[in-house]
């Protein structure tokens, strides 16, 4: 089957979970083909985690979904993404923030390699991926509009936290053994709202997972 045609149906399917119509129609353009490895071509629109090399996974295209769905992303918006991973999830961010861009922070080099080449094949040009550890956040393009969080930390990260700005949100699967996703929305305090329980790769880093 064509990916077009598989990429309908999985849009198709993410509308049994509430999605709203501008996050399904950033899915729906970009092409999830050139960001899932050679092997997993035919998964490439499976509505699963597939893996992408060095023990890391790309999400399942409903968390990504959910995901932006929460952060209710607009244009021109500055975000931070920490887990760039296949640099997939920030692509589909990439488009909800038009004018905007997105700094994607990966700990792993080879796959940040990997993630610029397949954004640069995708034809996204606001993504900018970084080799750092992001439980530390990304100071020097703080303070975000959004924070995305795609790896489980130990907690509500202040790192993170301190880099947005006042009125923005953040997600972040907290969590060692059960993960729970949470919305964090910046006002004069912190907003937490529990999202459901989740399945994420561990954050590693110095305020992650050791
Ligand atoms: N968003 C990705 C999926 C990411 S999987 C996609 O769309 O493909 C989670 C990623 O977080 C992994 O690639 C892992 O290497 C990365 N990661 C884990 N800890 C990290 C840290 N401290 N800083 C940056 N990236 C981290």
Redesign the pocket.
Known sequence: MEFEIKRKRLIEGLRQHNINERVLSAIERIPRQL?VPDNEQENAYADHPLP?G?G????APHM?AIMCDLLDISDGMKIL??????????AVMAKLAGSGHIYA????EA?ALS?RDNLKKAGITNVTVIV????LGLPQFAPYDRISV??AAPEILDTLTDQLKVGGKLVIPVGRLYQELYLVTKTDGIKKEAKGGVV??????KK?FS
Do not use: K, M, N, W
């Open positions: 960001f992408i060095c890391q996974t790309i999400s990504v993404e920490i887990g760039a991973g296949s640099g997939y999830h920030a922070v990966e700990r792993i796959l993630a750092e550890d992001g439980s795609a790896a994420f790769v561990p954050l590693i880093g992650g």
